[in-house]
């Protein structure tokens, strides 16, 4: 069974339109995470909700809007898509006991923005 | 802020030889540390970790030291297989519930 699962794998759209990618995870963690990934594999954390609530909002487009509908899911929406938001997507989670615990990746959604 | 500086790569080995992947990093208070790698086409998995100076973290023939005084935490291997290439990244955890990652190394072993 897949611990972190996202979907689609690659997603591939014209500027100006609206996207999701969904995340779930099966491992029973109260924390979950949007990591972005460039060209040049550079990952930057994006957003974290724990137990549906935002933890962290990093300096992220308001263009860009996550929504937990419960704890086993975090979906990300992208409205207005970009040339700069091709990169790669991941989906995080973690058990949230203090940062010793660690994260578990999905395999990455490949956005590209033609 | 904290921030975590990797070498850059590719760094190119032969088959057997021994490996090391510098990290530094900067921090506020005392940093858990990790080390993740990356295969083609997959999402990041956990490799070691370590969560206090002079921890020993080591998986798979990897090993990495929590070096507080040098704020070290260098992975290094005695003998690469072709399977080991990847890119790898070191992370730091300081409590804001999200890790901070450096740049990545690619790894690339040849027969």
């Known amino acids: 069974d897949t611990a972190v699962s996202q979907t689609p794998k690659y997603l591939v759209t014209q500027m100006g339109n609206d996207k999701s990618i969904k995340c779930e995870q099966n491992?029973?963690?109260?924390?979950m995470y949007w990591y972005k990934q460039d060209s040049k594999k550079f990952l930057k954390i994006m957003f974290s909700?724990?137990?549906?609530?935002?933890?962290i909002n990093e300096t992220v487009p308001n263009r860009f809007s996550p929504k937990s509908p419960d704890k086993a899911h975090l979906n990300l929406h992208i409205n207005s898509l970009e040339l700069g938001d091709s990169a790669v997507y991941f989906c995080?989670?973690?058990?949230?006991?203090?940062?010793?615990?660690?994260?578990?990746f999905g395999d990455g959604t490949r956005l590209s923005i033609l | 802020g904290n921030s975590v500086t990797q070498m850059e790569g590719p760094v190119t080995l032969s088959e057997e030889a021994f490996l090391t992947i510098n990290c530094t990093y900067t921090?506020?208070?005392?940093?858990?540390l990790f080390w993740y790698v990356q295969y083609p086409g997959e999402g990041l998995q956990l490799l070691l970790k370590a969560t206090k100076a002079d921890d020993k973290g080591s998986n798979k023939g990897f090993e990495a030291t929590y070096r507080k005084e040098t704020t070290s935490f260098h992975l290094e291997k005695g003998s690469v297989q072709v399977s080991d290439s990847a890119v790898y990244f070191c992370?730091?955890?300081?409590?804001?519930?999200?890790?901070?990652f450096g740049s990545g190394t690619r790894l690339q072993v040849q027969p």
């Open positions: 909700y724990n137990n549906k609530e935002l933890i």
């Open positions: 995080a989670s973690s058990q949230d006991t203090g940062g010793n615990q660690p994260q578990h």
């Open positions: 992370a730091l955890y300081t409590g804001r519930r999200a890790l901070t």
């Open positions: 921090a506020t208070g005392y940093p858990s």
């Open positions: 491992l029973g963690h109260d924390t």
